[in-house]
């Protein structure tokens, strides 16, 4: 039990430290992109953080397993190192009867990862979608800032007042470039501007009063010129601008088990169902990999190892990719993760008959 507790213990904290770099790494990332799309206007920066939060269950997925495979791999490497495997060999505990301690432990993570996969991770992507979809793409007159040139796509607009219910605004430069080559590009100036709601309409919509419009052609010594009284300008919304997730990582299982006969629906399924097995695999490699001797350090195999690990993640998505497009079925998630597991056993034995076959070598040879 103090053995049990130990490993548990150091486990669970060195995974945990993993994870958690990995996730401040990744997310970091995340969050420089989502500022800089912040930054131009074309999101709200009041739900940055709920957007990250909603994202979150969807980046661990990855991150779980591997965080739990290099807090195994280091403690494993530090028994090592600091010859603790040794005074337990010698008091007749094996690496296996080690890992047989962990079975529990890899349980746990196991269904934390089943819960991510299943229901955190689709309900997030939703919730995210949701979110961007009602209030956070903006594109058009939603971008305005008072005294400020904002440019969108095509259009590049300054207003010198706004009110506060950005409704109405003053004082309006609009300047819109062609479409085609051949085309005129379309300036607008006028003293005032009201945006217009209008029903099962996603364009931005504004009435412009007193003003002129010219339209300018491009390498070509000529414009026209129209002055107006009062002008309706509709501006279709950017579609490069919306965030999208795929909708099928989006639905429930239990709607992905009830169309399971589509190749796509039956490929996110099985990625659901299989990954967290994955956690089992990750603790029968880490045994099978982390054998060092004290002068090599317990870094020495972490990199290969990593490598390994990494692999049978790359192969999982993989088959996700192909299990869509129909051209293999959804048996090779089970089949590359007992391929893996018939890997580990193979690493481990291979480590057990080099000495015997190293001291047949040398028998021979006397």
Known sequence: MI????????????????IGLLTLIMMGGRLIKYFGVAAQGRLDASILFSIIGYRLPEFLTLIFPLGFFIGLMLVFGRLYVDHEMAVLNGSGVSRHQ??????????????????????????????????????????????????????SGRYTIYAGDLSEDRRNLKDIFFYQRAEK?????????????????????????????????????????????????????????????KFESAEVEALTTSKLWQNRNDPTVASELGWRMFVPLVMIVALALAVALSEVSPRQGRYLKLFPALLIFASLIVAMMAIKTRVSKQEIGIWAYPLVLFVYAMAAAIFSRKQKLAPKIKKQIQRVRS
């Open 3 to 18: 053995i049990r507790r130990y490993l548990v213990k150091q486990v669970v904290s060195n995974s945990l430290v993993v």
């Open 98 to 151: 080690l890992a047989r301690m962990l079975i529990p432990l890899t349980l746990v993570f196991m269904l934390l990862q089943g819960v991510l996969m299943l229901w955190m991770s689709p309900w997030g992507l939703r919730q995210f979608e949701q979110l961007t979809t009602s209030q956070a793409v903006r594109t058009g007159f939603d971008l305005v800032r008072p005294k400020e040139f904002i440019s």
């Open 181 to 241: 080559e051949g085309k005129p590009d379309v300036m607008i100036l006028a003293k005032e501007a009201t945006r217009v709601e209008v029903a099962n309409d996603s364009a931005n919509v504004v009435d412009l009063i007193q003003g002129r419009r010219y339209e300018i052609y491009s390498g070509q010594p000529k414009y026209t010129q129209a002055e107006f009284q009062s002008y309706r300008l509709r501006l279709e919304n950017d579609k490069e601008a």
